[in-house]
């Protein structure tokens, strides 16, 4: 197609508000799939996002679309994540694309994280058109709804387009409405190629595969190019696009969205943000700007619960890398449990998708510390050092100040959970920085220490506020705080991998919480296992995991051989997420116990 029949657009919602189904009815409208392939949700390709039913990695699609003008258009569109911890992958998507559907649930109203995408649209010089969507449910408001978008994001929202994705109703005018008002991409098929690698994944039997955005240019299949950060060159193997199945088309135009495999096998060898280049004019062509490195907000200990699968551990987290630039790893060893990673995240839900990539998609089993957040030392000599362990923290006698993260929190919610929302914001020492009335909800912006925020506010919210609060927040600064690290003894050996950095108000509370649900987590041994929480060397809580009673273990032996084999299938099972830590047993739960304690 020519360039001024391509639209390229993204959907920007907040979890739940219809994004995939949309992008579901649009793909049925353009017949890229039946709707027997239809059935389930084909944009979340992975098993993970279908049982949580959230859309983790972004997707692209291309489309053709009938129009009522005669003419027929080619959309590409990419999906993208609404969760909190993936914005880097919204902005990212964004980059490729001229148009952004913002759609919100017109019986829920605005979200936090829309308006935060929303943003990062307009920024970016996107056109947005408001969706509203789910028209068919009886609680649907559309005045009120076009109103909020009006009055939190500023944007024209009188002419809406209301839709249900379900129903499939008024999506025939929307896609009207998109070929309309989202402006072309610009480009020149004619001149050097210049296209930028918006995603990366590693195929097993292609390699490397990339989803591209072609700024200028035309790229054919067998034409030599060049990565313009290695300043390697290959040959362009298979090039095509996403219907959403992989279809080869051999060539893409300036304007256009698709996927390029050059048989890399190198992971690192096609890095998200590179511009790829034709080999021959790769001199006449400038590196485009790339990708912001997003910085990971939390860190966990990851630690093979074998030790003989570290290196298939490491080469799990490589390949987990190249398409999730927030991911960063770094080898760490454990007095307690080993040798394994320290793993940076965007966030706990981050944390627990990739844990659970890396369990499923490679086979690995892992045991994860509790997550912490980065803090600064300042030390007495004026060397500032990053800490995102608490294990390692430098021994406090040579430390003049240390420093905790805060960020910038804004939440948005009706008025009658207000109450809730501040009185947790205060327990988390929240300060109060604004708080406005917008439409029909109430918009508080909060600092917070950031170890407050991503370890489980989100979800506290969610509860306190019958789902309807919203959250987003951004790493503002690093403050000077009074914090200890809270270590803990199992029979008098201190345990690094149980360590914390906590307020020195909570020490106390929380030592006392700690211990009492440690107790119940670690299970009975032959043996009295005594619990200690510490600061700086002295005990401020105790309890003790009395032993077990002889004639319990007893009746494991003896009995019937089925009852035997069930048995050691439960201890199997069981042994899967424990590690022995001197004589003891401590399963993966006690190692999270210090974030449940609230
Ligand atoms: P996403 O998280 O934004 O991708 O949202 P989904 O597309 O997964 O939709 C979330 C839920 O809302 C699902 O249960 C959908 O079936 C439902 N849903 C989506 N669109 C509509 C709609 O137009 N009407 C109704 N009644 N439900 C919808
Ligand atoms: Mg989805």
Same mark, same amino acid.
């Not at 959403?244 to 050059?262: N, Q």
């Not at 951004?474 to 200890?484: G, I, T």
């Not at 995991?545 to 084999?565: E, F, I, M, P």
């Given at each position: 197609?020519?360039?001024?029949?391509?639209?390229?657009?993204?959907?920007?919602?907040?979890?739940?508000?219809?994004?995939?189904?949309?992008?579901?009815?649009?793909?049925?409208?353009?017949?890229?799939?039946?709707?027997?392939?239809?059935?389930?949700?084909?944009?979340?390709? @992975?098993?993970?996002?279908?049982?949580?039913?959230?859309?983790?990695?972004?997707?692209?699609?291309?489309?053709?679309?009938?129009?009522?003008?005669?003419?027929?258009?080619?959309?590409?569109?990419?999906?993208?994540?609404?969760?909190?911890?993936? =914005?880097?992958?919204?902005?990212?998507?964004?980059?490729?694309?001229?148009?952004? /559907?913002?759609?919100?649930?017109?019986?829920?109203?605005?979200?936090?994280?829309?308006? %935060?995408?929303?943003?990062?649209?307009?920024?970016?010089?996107?056109?947005?058109?408001?969706?509203?969507?789910?028209?068919?449910?009886?609680?649907?408001?559309?005045?009120?709804?076009?109103?909020? &978008?009006?009055?939190?994001?500023?944007?024209?929202?009188?002419?809406?387009?209301?839709?249900?994705?379900? =129903?499939?109703?008024?999506?025939?005018?929307?896609?009207?409405?998109?070929?309309?008002?989202?402006?072309?991409?610009?480009?020149?098929?004619?001149?050097? /190629?210049?296209?930028?690698?918006?995603?990366?994944?590693?195929?097993?039997?292609?390699?490397?595969?990339?989803?591209?955005?072609?700024?200028?240019?035309?790229?054919?299949?067998?034409?030599?190019?060049?990565?313009?950060?290695?300043?390697?060159?290959?040959? %362009?193997?298979?090039?095509?696009?996403?219907?959403?199945?992989?279809?080869?088309?051999?060539?893409?135009?300036?304007?256009?969205?698709?996927?390029?495999?050059?048989?890399?096998?190198?992971?690192?060898?096609?890095?998200?943000?590179?511009?790829?280049?034709?080999?021959?004019?790769?001199?006449?062509?400038?590196?485009?700007?790339?990708?912001?490195?997003?910085?990971?907000?939390?860190?966990?200990?990851?630690?093979?619960?074998?030790?003989?699968? #570290?290196?298939?551990? +490491?080469?799990?987290?490589?390949?987990?890398?190249?398409?999730?630039?927030?991911?960063?790893?770094?080898?760490?060893?454990?007095?307690?449990?080993? #040798?394994? #990673?320290?793993?940076?995240?965007?966030?706990?839900?981050?944390?627990?998708?990739?844990?659970?990539?890396?369990?499923?998609?490679?086979?690995?089993?892992?045991?994860?510390?509790?997550?912490?957040? *980065?803090?600064?030392?300042?030390?007495?000599?004026?060397?500032? /050092?990053?800490?995102?362990?608490?294990?390692?923290?430098?021994? @406090?006698?040579?430390?003049?100040?240390?420093?905790?993260?805060?960020?910038?929190?804004? *939440?948005?919610?009706?008025?009658?959970?207000?109450?809730?929302? &501040?009185?947790?914001?205060?327990?988390?020492?929240?300060?109060?920085?604004?708080?406005?009335?917008?439409?029909?909800? &109430?918009?508080?912006?909060?600092?917070?220490? @950031?170890?407050?925020?991503?370890?489980?506010?989100?979800?506290?919210?969610?509860?306190?506020?019958?789902?309807?609060?919203?959250?987003?927040?951004?790493?503002?600064?690093?403050?000077?705080?009074?914090?200890?690290?809270?270590?803990?003894?199992?029979?008098?050996?201190?345990?690094?991998? /149980?360590?914390?950095?906590?307020?020195?108000?909570?020490?106390?509370?929380?030592? +006392?919480?700690?211990?009492?649900?440690?107790? !119940?987590?670690?299970?009975?041994?032959? #043996?009295?296992?005594?619990?200690?929480?510490?600061?700086?060397?002295?005990?401020?809580?105790?309890?003790?995991?009395?032993?077990?009673?002889?004639?319990?273990?007893?009746?494991?032996?003896?009995? !019937?051989?089925?009852?035997?084999?069930?048995?050691?299938?439960?201890?199997?099972?069981?042994?899967?997420?424990?590690?022995?830590?001197?004589?003891?047993?401590?399963?993966?739960?006690?190692?999270?116990?210090?974030?449940?304690?609230?």
């Amino acid at each position: 197609p020519s360039l001024k029949h391509i639209r390229n657009f993204s959907i920007i919602a907040h979890i739940d508000h219809g994004k995939s189904t949309l992008a579901d009815r649009i793909i049925q409208l353009c017949e890229g799939l039946s709707v027997r392939e239809l059935k389930e949700q084909v944009l979340d390709t @992975m098993d993970i996002e279908r049982e949580r039913g959230i859309t983790i990695k972004a997707q692209s699609v291309t489309l053709d679309y009938h129009a009522d003008d005669g003419n027929t258009y080619q959309l590409n569109f990419i999906d993208t994540p609404g969760h909190v911890d993936f =914005s880097y992958e919204v902005s990212r998507s964004l980059y490729a694309c001229e148009g952004a /559907l913002l759609v919100v649930d017109a019986g829920q109203g605005v979200e936090a994280q829309s308006v %935060a995408n929303c943003y990062t649209a307009i920024e970016q010089g996107l056109e947005v058109l408001p969706v509203l969507n789910k028209m068919d449910l009886p609680q649907a408001d559309p005045d009120k709804v076009s109103q909020e &978008i009006e009055e939190i994001i500023g944007l024209d929202a009188t002419d809406a387009c209301q839709v249900s994705a379900k =129903s499939g109703m008024g999506m025939e005018a929307l896609l009207e409405r998109l070929v309309r008002d989202i402006p072309p991409p610009k480009g020149d098929p004619e001149a050097p /190629l210049q296209a930028l690698i918006i995603d990366s994944w590693f195929d097993n039997y292609l390699g490397v595969v990339s989803l591209v955005r072609l700024f200028d240019g035309t790229l054919k299949k067998g034409e030599k190019i060049r990565l313009k950060s290695t300043g390697r060159d290959w040959e %362009a193997g298979a090039i095509g696009i996403f219907t959403p199945k992989r279809k080869e088309t051999g060539v893409l135009r300036a304007g256009e969205v698709g996927f390029i495999v050059a048989g890399i096998k190198d992971i690192m060898g096609a890095p998200v943000g590179d511009t790829i280049v034709h080999t021959k004019t790769a001199d006449k062509v400038e590196r485009l700007p790339g990708f912001l490195k997003v910085k990971p907000q939390v860190y966990a200990g990851m630690f093979p619960i074998s030790s003989d699968d #570290f290196e298939d551990f +490491r080469d799990a987290l490589q390949k987990l890398a190249l398409n999730d630039a927030s991911l960063d790893y770094e080898p760490e060893n454990s007095d307690a449990l080993g #040798f394994g #990673f320290r793993v940076g995240f965007l966030g706990t839900l981050h944390m627990e998708i990739i844990q659970e990539r890396l369990e499923r998609e490679y086979g690995l089993d892992l045991l994860t510390t509790a997550p912490t957040v *980065i803090y600064e030392v300042r030390m007495d000599n004026g060397d500032v /050092l990053p800490v995102s362990n608490p294990s390692k923290l430098p021994d @406090m006698a040579n430390v003049d100040e240390l420093r905790e993260p805060i960020c910038r929190a804004t *939440i948005l919610v009706p008025q009658e959970y207000v109450g809730n929302v &501040i009185t947790e914001c205060v327990s988390r020492r929240g300060v109060q920085l604004d708080m406005q009335f917008l439409g029909s909800q &109430i918009q508080l912006i909060y600092e917070l220490p @950031m170890a407050e925020v991503v370890m489980d506010f989100f979800d506290r919210l969610k509860s306190i506020s019958k789902g309807y609060a919203s959250l987003d927040y951004s790493f503002d600064r690093f403050e000077a705080a009074k914090l200890v690290r809270l270590d803990v003894l199992i029979n008098g050996d201190r345990v690094d991998a /149980l360590a914390s950095i906590i307020h020195r108000d909570h020490a106390h509370g929380r030592g +006392r919480l700690l211990v009492e649900k440690m107790k !119940d987590l670690i299970p009975r041994q032959m #043996f009295d296992v005594a619990i200690q929480a510490a600061v700086g060397g002295q005990v401020v809580a105790r309890s003790t995991v009395k032993a077990l009673r002889k004639n319990v273990t007893a009746k494991c032996y003896g009995g !019937d051989v089925s009852r035997k084999k069930k048995l050691l299938e439960k201890q199997k099972a069981g042994k899967k997420r424990m590690k022995q830590v001197g004589r003891v047993e401590i399963p993966q739960d006690a190692f999270l116990a210090v974030l449940k304690l609230n």
